[in-house]
C-alpha cells in the first residue's frame, strides 16, 4: 500500500533538500520519489543528507512535467499554503488527507505534490491536482522547510496505515467506486472543450468559462464509472450536432 503513494517534488532548487527530503520519506517507508525539473540533480549534496536513504535518491524519477509525474495517479494532493481563486476539494487537516490517501493507495497510485522552496506550486501546476492541503501552523511565522513540509505529511500517511494495520480493517475502495486516473480526467476534460465549441456554447474563447466547469466536475470527484457514463452523454450529444 505505501509503494502506491509518490512524492512528487517541483522544481527543486536545492538538490539538499532532494536529499533531506528523501530521508524524510524512509523514515515512514515511503520509497517512490519523482522529481520535476530539479535544479541539480544527481548532486553529491542530495546524496549527503539523504543520509541513509540513499535507496531512495537513487530510485528517483526525473520527469519534464508535473503531468508527467502524476498521468497514472487517481488522487493528486498539492501541499499548498493558501487556496486560489477557483479552490479544488481541500483538506483543512494533514490526518483527513491521510486517511483516504491510504484508502485509495490500497489498489491504485497517488501522489503528494511539493512546489518550488520559494514560490510553491503555480495555479496551472494546482490544476494538475485533485485536492490541496495545508498544514496548520503558526498564523504569525507558518514558513516550512520544504523536507519539514514532506516529513509532516509522510508521517500522517504512515500514521493512518500504521493505525489501519493495527486494527486489523484497512479500508479499499470498491472498484467501481475509484477515481478516475488524471490522464482519463483529462481525456474527460477535453471531450468536454471540444462538445462546448463544437455546439456554439462557447463562440469565442473563454477561458475562465471552460475553467470554472472544469473545475465543478473537479470538485464532484465522478467515480470512474460515473465518469464513463459523463464521456457517454458527451458523445450522444455529438451524434446530434450538424455534420462538418
Known sequence: MLSNIRI????TFHPGNIGAAARAMKTMGLDELV?????????????????????????????????????????????????????LPHFDEPDEMAKQVISLA???????????????????????CTHQVSIPANPDYGILNLSQAVQILAYEVHRAWRQGEQSGFVYQTPSEALPPTREQFLHFQAHLSRLMHDSGFLTQPHARTEEQLQALFARAQPSRKELSLLRGLLSAFEEHLPKK
Open 8 to 11: 512528487v517534488l517541483v522544481q
Open 35 to 87: 522529481l520535476v525539473n530539479p535544479r541539480a540533480f544527481p548532486d553529491e549534496e542530495a546524496t549527503r543528507l539523504a543520509a541513509g536513504a540513499t535507496d531512495v535518491i537513487e530510485g528517483a524519477r526525473v520527469v519534464a512535467s508535473l503531468d508527467e509525474a502524476v498521468r497514472d495517479c487517481v488522487q493528486v494532493v498539492g501541499a499548498s499554503a493558501r487556496l486560489r481563486s477557483m479552490p
Open 106 to 128: 490500497a489498489s491504485s497510485p497517488v501522489a503528494l505534490v511539493f512546489g518550488r522552496e520559494r514560490s510553491g506550486l503555480t495555479n496551472e501546476e494546482i490544476r494538475c
